[in-house]
């Protein structure tokens, strides 16, 4: 079973989002069995931001002195044993995902939880460095949304 911790340091959030943990919480009640974890307790942390902090955290830990949509902090645990797994954490900019300001509440979901769906295939190590790596996780994101529609629609 997956649990997401989700924190907000950013408004704009609620005014989209009325209900964030249990939005994203039921996400991962949609994902494939495959993704479910059903024998463990697994979770993660995601963070509602914005790009002006979401800048600085990509800076620190990447080098990198710009906004982006998302950031993934996996976190690597040795036993594979564990009842319970810490996955990592996830960053989402508030602005990225609002960028077409006219977007309707549910084109907002639907962008949502794609790239939440990108961060936690990151978190279990997915990639998109080499083109190989890329279709491998384009095709799971594909997969992941598709069951994933039901509960947004």
Excluded at 92 to 109: A, E, Q, R, W
Aim: aromatic share 16%; charged share 30%; glycine share 2%.
């Amino acid at each position: 079973m997956i649990k997401v911790n989700v924190l907000s340091e950013d408004k704009s959030w609620s005014k989209k989002l009325k209900k964030k943990e249990i939005f994203f919480n039921s996400i991962c009640k949609f994902f494939p069995k495959k993704f479910q974890f059903t024998e463990k307790k697994v979770y993660f942390t995601l963070l509602l931001s914005n790009n002006k902090n979401i800048k600085k955290l990509n800076k620190k830990f990447r080098n990198k002195n710009k906004h982006t949509d998302i950031l993934s902090f996996p976190f690597h645990q040795k036993s594979k044993k564990l009842k319970e797994i810490y996955l990592g954490d996830i960053i989402i900019s508030f602005n990225y995902m609002n960028k077409s300001k006219n977007l309707s509440t549910y084109d907002f979901k639907e962008k949502v939880a794609k790239i939440f769906i990108h961060g936690f295939l990151h978190l279990l190590d997915f990639n998109h460095i080499k083109k190989k790596d890329y279709i491998k996780m384009f095709n799971q994101e594909k997969k992941i949304f598709k069951s994933v529609q039901k509960f947004i629609n």
